[in-house]
Nanobody, 119 residues
């Protein structure tokens, strides 16, 4: 059973930085990419960035300047660096796994890690 576990969330002041990490256990042979999302209560889930295991990155609207996704294929981990944090970045951050090569469809999800930014 593929499992994704996020870590690195917490409480941070406005302007601070956080680095989130996602570890994939039992990574399948078909594994192609990983992504980070976030969810604010009452709002739709937002895609932040997607990265293939060979390093191709896609950033989604509004996330290019302050977010930096990375991966360590040998350790089966994906990171998300978030800089210049703002109160509106407060959310649960999730990582997800993608086997599909032709579309951004995700087949496994982590439980999420809470990020809270104080003003």
């Amino acid at each position: 059973q593929v499992q994704l576990v996020e870590s690195g969330g917490g409480l941070v002041q406005t302007g601070g930085s956080l680095r989130l990490s996602c570890t994939v256990s039992k990574r399948p042979f078909s594994s192609y990419a990983m992504a980070w999302f976030r969810k604010v209560p009452g709002k739709e889930r937002e895609t932040i960035a997607d990265i293939t295991w060979n390093g191709h990155i896609t950033y989604f609207t509004g996330s290019v300047n302050r977010f930096n996704i990375s991966r360590d294929s040998a350790k089966n981990t994906v990171g998300l660096q978030i800089d210049s944090l703002r109160p509106e970045d407060t959310a649960i951050y999730f990582c997800a796994h993608r086997s599909s090569r032709g579309s951004y469809e995700y087949d496994y999800w982590g439980q999420g890690t809470q990020v809270t930014v104080s003003s």
